[in-house]
């Protein structure tokens, strides 16, 4: 019993350190690559919903170009990609829950309503301009070798730095006024509303694994459900582990902090050389175009993310736990990566299709493509600590003035 209570405290209660868990995300990411075929992405499956809401008002999307790339077959119950977004919502339920971690909390402020919805509108739009976000064109679309990635990764860190720079302007700041206290107050925490919290999330996760094990033995949909429960270990882990990529680079601007981005870079490194293990067994690796789409969708991103205070990973499991703030960013991710189905025909030759789908692995051969992105992954690595320290000489300088 008292072993239980021990696991139950350290690793279903307590928040999990974020460089185990996003190590974790990346050799998960390469086992979903190489077992389901397709990589860990969200924003296709937003954009679809958006498809899916204007055919519910008679919408003909049959001339829409990018729905035509997307593809609109099934429903989220019946796509990978729907499926294993229905597993991270339910892993990131019942780590909310288990955590008692679930509130609902309203939006500060207008400006903070009006920032989630423009900035999940920018971040959606151009999540989908670059053919991923921070998950399809950074987490998971490094490891792939996409060159695409690694340009919509660069701009993408312009546009937090950007992001970060506009949001310290006065019109972007909180008005609430603090009031100074002479003493502490202690919280007072209702132990039967913990347990029946912590009882919740475990229904719900036994829920998931049901569910899963049904798609799998009883519909013989094998791959869609091993897709729910890759999504389940995906919610937990940035759940359990607040793994947020919107603070992983804009903390380097705001407060020198570098420590998350670095583990990211170590999780992509970690990824790289499973999924370079999957390609060489025959699964293709996802490549996009290396075009102004990817430099131009990175800026937006980046500082659509920053603006809205959450990226695409880091909405979901805010909304779980009850912050009204991210459901707004939510709506506005669909609503902008929807926004760009409906223009994508007006720019997409000129932005995108007319450019190469640049390959590493094909342009420097298999093991000097595998090399070249390491090289690259160094370089990033380097550069987020050159940025960190840029910060701290630079506040040194303002405090000995």
Known sequence: MDYFKQFKQKYMVAFWRPLPAVIALGVLAAYYFGITGTYWAVTGEFTRWGGHILQLFGVDLSSWGYYKIMGMQGNSFTRVDG?????????CIAAAFWGNNVKLRMPASKIRIFQALLGGIIAGF????????????????????SVHAWLFTLAMIVGVYIGARVTLLPFFQSKMKMQKVSCSTTLNTDTKNVKSLFTIGTIVFIAMIIWALYLIFIQQSTKLGIAMLFGAGFGLLIAKAQICFTSAFRDIFTTGRSQMAVAIVIGMAVSTIGVFSYIMIGVPPKIMWAGPNALIGGLLFGFGIVLAGGCECGWMYRAVEGQVHFWIVGIGNVIGSTLLA????????????????????????????????????FLLFLLVLKLERNYR????????K
Do not use: H
């Open 126 to 145: 151009g999540a989908r301009l670059g053919m991923g976000c921070n998950l399809a064109s950074l987490f998971t679309g490094i490891p792939q070798f």
């Open 393 to 400: 000489t630079t506040l040194k300088e303002k405090v000995t």
């Open 83 to 91: 499926v294993m977004i229905i597993g991270m919502f339910a892993g």
């Open 342 to 377: 409906y223009m994508w025909d007006s720019f997409s030759l000129s932005l995108a299709t007319s450019w190469p789908k640049i390959n590493l692995l094909q342009s420097f051969g298999n093991y000097g493509g595998l090399f070249m992105n390491y090289i690259f992954l």
